[in-house]
C-alpha cells in the first residue's frame, strides 16, 4: 500500500483569475475585463419572541445584494462608457437623460483551466452608479490606465446554461 494515495474524485478549487464577463444577451465578451469585484449577498435578520418560549427565534428580513465593480485596461472598445451613458449624456455642455438602455443583464463565467465555462451567474437588472474613465495620470509612473463601472444590482442567480464538462 502506498503511503500517499492519490483521490482520482478530488476536485481541485477553479482558479480566480480565469473569467469573462457578457453585457446583456451579447455572445462577445466585454473586452479586457481584468477585475470583477465579489458578488455578495446579505439577509438581515429579524429576531423575535413567542409565548411560552425563552430563547429569541430568528427570521429572515430583506436580503440586500452588493454593488459589483467591473475594471479594465483603457482600450477602443467603448462598451463602459455607452452604458454609464445611460445615466447621463452631455449634450453639448448640458445634461440629458436616456433611460432606455439603463438596466441590463449580465453574465459572469468562472472558466477551468482548459478555458471551458465551468460556473456561471447571472445579474439582474444592473446599472452603472460609477464610472471612471481615466485613473490618475502619472508621467513618472509605468502603470496601465484602468477604467472602472460600478453596477448596481437588484439579485443573482446561478446560470443552469453553464454546466462542467467532464474530462475524459
Keep these: 500500500m502506498a503511503i500517499f494515495a492519490v483521490n482520482t474524485s478530488r476536485y481541485d478549487p477553479y482558479k480566480s483569475y480565469r473569467f469573462l464577463v457578457f453585457f446583456g444577451t451579447n455572445t462577445t465578451p466585454v473586452a479586457a475585463v481584468s477585475k470583477v469585484t465579489a458578488l455578495k449577498r446579505v439577509s438581515d435578520v429579524i429576531e423575535y419572541k413567542e409565548g ?16 459589483i465593480t467591473l475594471e479594465r485596461g483603457v482600450t477602443q472598445d467603448i462598451d463602459f462608457i455607452t452604458w454609464a451613458d445611460a445615466t447621463q449624456k452631455l449634450d453639448q455642455g448640458h445634461p440629458t437623460t436616456s433611460l432606455a438602455n439603463l438596466r441590463r443583464e449580465i453574465r459572469i463565467q ?55 464538462v467532464p474530462e475524459t
Design 52 to 67: 411560552g418560549y425563552n430563547i429569541i427565534l430568528k427570521g429572515l428580513g430583506r436580503t440586500k445584494y452588493d454593488p
Design 110 to 164: 468562472l472558466l477551468n483551466e482548459a478555458g471551458q465555462a465551468v460556473h456561471g451567474y447571472i445579474v439582474h437588472r444592473c446599472w452603472v452608479s460609477e464610472y471612471q474613465a481615466l485613473p490618475d495620470l502619472d508621467a513618472g509612473a509605468s502603470a496601465i490606465a484602468l477604467e472602472h463601472i460600478k453596477l448596481e444590482n437588484e439579485g443573482w442567480e446561478v446560470d443552469p446554461s453553464v454546466v462542467e
